[in-house]
T-cell receptor, first 117, second 112 residues
């Protein structure tokens, strides 16, 4: 199956600093990637839809200036948490969409555990 | 409007019991439906994928069904184990416009 690599798998940063998370589709091109956040014991919450070559579409309540998304190539999308605060500590997951002639499927990254201290 | 709705939102059952999770969708034109299991702190892992012509697919103690007429799918878990505690996500793909629609998931907790 297709592989999506997310890096780093975990990160600890100081409050006020910025953290970049990468999502790469290793063996397919993805014009669309999704970014999710998950708090303990809760389901995935869609943050934004990342579209290659254009601006990301953010879900209601997600600050676009705080969560910067860049999808500059067909295999890479990045999520930058700017001026991170302890309340941003969460599990962040990306998924990349593989489009075929007959099928469209989503493949998930392994997730990134962010802890802001 | 393309939507995927999962129920229940959360479920608690005793170890050894069976349970069924539901996924209703309005995605059109339908291409495929995939069930994922997500353990806490990990990325989702695919359990089954079903296309229009498939009614049932099993993966160990997990059995997914699909009724393309009523646009409903279910995931049945047999003889639940503590390790089944996870979120289960239903994802439906459309065959045009390259759309993928995610359900909000069902949080399943297995109690000893």
């Amino acid at each position: 199956g297709a592989v999506v690599s997310q890096h780093p798998s975990w990160v600890i940063c100081k409050s006020g600093t910025s953290v970049k998370i990468e999502c790469r589709s290793l063996d397919f091109q993805a014009t669309t990637m999704f970014w999710y956040r998950q708090f303990p014991k809760q389901s995935l919450m869609l943050m934004a839809t990342s579209n290659e070559g254009s601006k990301a579409t953010y879900e209601q309540g997600v600050e676009k200036d705080k969560f910067l998304i860049n999808h500059a190539s067909l295999t890479l999308s990045t999520l930058t948490v700017t001026s991170a605060h302890p309340e941003d500590s969460s599990f962040y997951i990306c998924s990349a969409i593989k489009t075929g002639l007959m099928n469209t499927e989503a493949f998930f990254g392994q997730g990134t555990r962010l802890t802001v201290v | 409007k393309n939507q995927v709705e999962q129920s229940p939102q959360s479920l608690i059952i005793l170890e050894g019991k069976n349970c069924t999770l539901q996924c209703n969708y309005t995605v059109s034109p339908f291409s495929n439906l995939r069930w994922y299991k997500q353990d806490t702190g990990r990325g989702p892992v695919s359990l089954t994928i079903m296309t229009f012509s498939e009614n049932t697919k099993s993966n160990g103690r997990y059995t997914a069904t699909l009724d393309a007429d009523t646009k409903q799918s279910s995931l049945h878990i047999t003889a639940s184990q503590l390790s089944d505690s996870a979120s289960y996500i239903c994802v439906v793909g459309a065959s045009s416009a390259s759309k993928i629609i995610f359900g909000s998931g069902t949080r399943l907790s297995i109690r000893p």
